[in-house]
T-cell receptor, first 114, second 116 residues
Framework: DAKTTQPPSMDCAEGRAANLPCNHS???????VYWYRQIHSQGPQYIIH???NNETNEMASLIITEDRKSSTLILPHATLRDTAVYYC???????????????FGQGTILTVHP | GAVVSQHPSWVICKSGTSVKIECRSL??????MFWYRQFPKQSLMLMAT?????????EQGVEKDKFLINHASLTLSTLTVTSAHPEDSSFYIC????????????FGPGTRLTVL
């Protein structure tokens, strides 16, 4: 079972910031927080990941609480094309042949409306 | 990012036939391939993990004789759904891995299988 919990759905107005929360209270010290999204009928797409520091890239920002038990993905200016299911995943960044195996929860369905 | 292709993108077949899905890792050598399936309105579920040149490891509840996986090269893995039935209708997605530390995991575009 997935080790993270997310709200099942959220709405956001186009042009506004979308803030998607995730609880990962059982995350261990070597596990990163990854965010992926899946647009309808496509494969998942990597967004961002972090360990304990906040991260930002061209797609989004990731805010991780100091105790690492939760995080928030921020899409600063949501567009209609950001409508998707967003998955928060905690996973070890260790090597080995099992690396890359991700456990997906139900995610958050983000709907961006005009 | 890594380029992963799947073929076909969609397929419709009759019950009892076999369907082969190809997954290609176009710009890096995939020592590992993860195969997921996704039923409507559900999340991705890992089916099996294949390693190049060896037998695949299947998740609990996935029949290895029904879902044949071949990972004969570092750029190609195939999933064959044998004697497909309507309950096998799903979205099948592959994801290659190099078995080492990487920052991201890439996924194929998926194959929509519909069994009539």
């Amino acid at each position: 079972d997935a080790k993270t919990t997310q709200p099942p759905s959220m709405d956001c107005a186009e042009g506004r910031a979308a803030n998607l929360p995730c609880n990962h209270s059982t995350i261990s010290g070597n596990e990163y927080v990854y965010w992926y999204r899946q647009i309808h009928s496509q494969g998942p797409q990597y967004i961002i990941h972090g360990l304990k520091n906040n991260e930002t890239n061209e797609m989004a920002s990731l805010i991780i609480t100091e105790d690492r038990k939760s995080s928030t993905l921020i899409l600063p200016h949501a567009t209609l094309r950001d409508t998707a299911v967003y998955y928060c995943i905690d996973a070890s960044n260790a090597g080995g042949t099992s690396y890359g195996k991700l456990t997906f929860g139900q995610g958050t369905i983000l709907t961006v409306h005009p | 990012g890594a380029v992963v292709s799947q073929h076909p993108s969609w397929v419709i077949c009759k019950s009892g036939t076999s369907v082969k899905i190809e997954c290609r890792s176009l710009d890096f050598q995939a020592t590992t391939m993860f195969w997921y399936r996704q039923f409507p309105k559900q999340s991705l579920m890992l089916m099996a993990t294949s390693n190049e040149g060896s037998k695949a490891t299947y998740e609990q509840g996935v029949e290895k004789d029904k879902f044949l996986i071949n990972h004969a090269s570092l750029t190609l893995s195939t999933l064959t759904v044998t004697s497909a039935h309507p309950e096998d209708s799903s979205f099948y997605i592959c994801s290659p891995g190099r078995g080492d530390r990487t920052d991201t995991q890439y996924f194929g575009p998926g194959t929509r299988l519909t069994v009539l």
